[in-house]
């Protein structure tokens, strides 16, 4: 895609997912969530829309963990988990992943998302 129109995938809760798509729209961007089965659909959705980033926010279950084992051993990237357990997110495959906290505003969470596309840090940091 691009950083002007860009694409990405969220997988988390609902509320977090209106947020973001809510402020995804006011600057043109396009997200997908991830289907019900969270972890091989959010697969399937890296391999068919070539997203530019995804966002995963820490349900506190395996799941989150698991679908980034995934996405590692495709080597995808960049990745923005957000929780308030950093700690428990390190990424020792070498994949470009930021960790935010859980009270990050969606447009921070956007932002993030842009830096990392670039491969800049976030202007907010």
């Known amino acids: 895609m691009s950083s002007e129109y860009p694409l990405f995938i969220f997988v988390g809760s609902e509320p977090r997912r209106a947020a973001l798509e809510s402020a995804a729209t006011t600057r ?48 995808f990237e960049p990745l923005i988990v957000i929780s308030d357990s950093p700690e428990t997110w390190d990424s020792d495959m070498g994949t470009r992943m930021v960790v935010l906290a859980s009270d990050t505003s969606a447009y921070d969470v956007l932002d993030a998302v842009l830096a990392q596309m670039n491969d800049a840090e976030p202007m907010w940091a």
Do not use: K, R
Request: glycine share 4%; net charge negative.
């Open 28 to 75: 043109e961007w396009s997200l997908c969530a991830a289907p019900a089965d969270a972890l091989y659909g959010t697969l399937a959705q890296v391999v068919a829309f070539f997203p530019d980033a995804v966002v995963i926010e820490d349900s506190g279950d395996p799941m989150p963990h698991e679908i980034v084992m995934h996405l590692n051993s495709i080597h």
